[in-house]
């Protein structure tokens, strides 16, 4: 009985909280405590010029308690041809501020990301989630009002050499991002059990700015979301550039992710 109990309140944390889990970034919320989470993330990015490089990001996800969430994470592509692991990061978040309502909650949290990579660079803009080796510190604010969520992120992005590759001189090292993603649950209307398919549809805009000289890229992302036994979850998003003055190897790209939780692992 006790731990029908554990997994029920599980499970209802994890409902409530469906709508927000954005498919490009992370909420201010966490995954259940004592939860573990696996995900899988394709992305086709298509070059300017011709053809598209395929990555791929496996991770693996810890819902430490309440207010710590872990994810390790590794990259691999094909940019050289074969298939071959370029790196890999280390993420937490910590929860530090919440205010619960009846039909709505509010969320604040700091997370940071370590990264390291042997890709080439071919690009201004830093990404540590896959190009650079480096760090991004920064914070997120999630809302959540009945079936809509509203998530708003900002961090500082510090680019190293990678290994084997240096980071030219004549590029901007570091970068402030920003993040603004609306998500809205469109399916079910009413639940009436654990096991509805949650239907999200999700609009998100990523943008960057270069430090040292200032140049930026915004990008939109539309995407759709299926949450199933509120345990699985299937994520397709296409990233498509509105503006940038840097040189970046892909303007648009499509985005695969999936992702499963197992709740009560580590108690």
């Known amino acids: 009985m006790r731990y029908f109990l554990i997994l029920s309140l599980s499970l209802l944390s994890f409902q409530i909280n469906a709508q927000e889990l954005f498919v490009m970034t992370e909420p201010a919320?966490?995954?259940?405590?004592?939860?573990?989470?696996?995900?899988?993330?394709?992305?086709?990015?298509?070059?300017?010029?011709?053809?598209y490089n395929y990555h791929n990001m496996p991770e693996l996800m810890w819902g430490v308690n309440k207010d710590w969430m872990i994810h390790a994470s590794a990259f691999l592509s094909n940019k050289q041809g074969d298939m071959m692991l370029e790196g890999g990061s280390l993420y937490a978040k910590y929860r530090f501020f919440s205010v619960d309502d009846l039909h709505s909650h509010f969320r604040l949290a700091a997370y940071g990301r370590?990264?390291?990579?042997?890709?080439?660079?071919?690009?201004?803009?830093?990404?540590?989630?896959?190009?650079?080796?480096?760090?991004?510190?920064?914070?997120v604010a999630t809302q959540l009002i009945n079936k809509t969520a509203l998530s708003a992120t900002v961090s500082y992005e510090r680019a190293f050499n990678n290994q084997g590759n240096?980071?030219?001189?004549?590029?901007?090292?570091?970068?402030?991002?920003?993040?603004?993603?609306?998500?809205?649950?469109?399916?079910?209307?009413?639940y009436t059990s654990?096991?509805?398919?949650?239907?999200?549809?999700?609009?998100?805009?990523?943008?960057?700015?270069?430090?040292?000289?200032?140049k930026s890229y915004l990008d939109v992302v539309p995407s759709i979301q299926f949450i199933i036994n509120s345990q699985a979850r299937i994520d397709l998003g296409y990233r498509r550039q509105i503006y940038s003055d840097m040189e970046r190897i892909s303007t648009n790209s499509i985005l695969l992710k999936l992702e499963y939780t197992f709740f009560n692992v580590t108690n």
């Open 194 to 214: 654990f096991k509805q398919t949650n239907i999200n549809a999700m609009l998100e805009f990523l943008g960057q700015r270069l430090n040292q000289n200032g």
């Open 114 to 139: 370590i990264s390291t990579s042997n890709a080439e660079i071919h690009q201004e803009d830093i990404e540590t989630m896959g190009m650079n080796s480096g760090y991004e510190i920064g914070a």
């Open 166 to 190: 240096i980071f030219p001189d004549e590029w901007s090292k570091s970068a402030m991002n920003y993040t603004f993603s609306i998500g809205q649950l469109m399916y079910p209307k009413k």
């Open 29 to 51: 919320s966490n995954m259940p405590t004592s939860s573990i989470g696996v995900r899988d993330m394709s992305l086709f990015a298509f070059k300017k010029n011709d053809g």
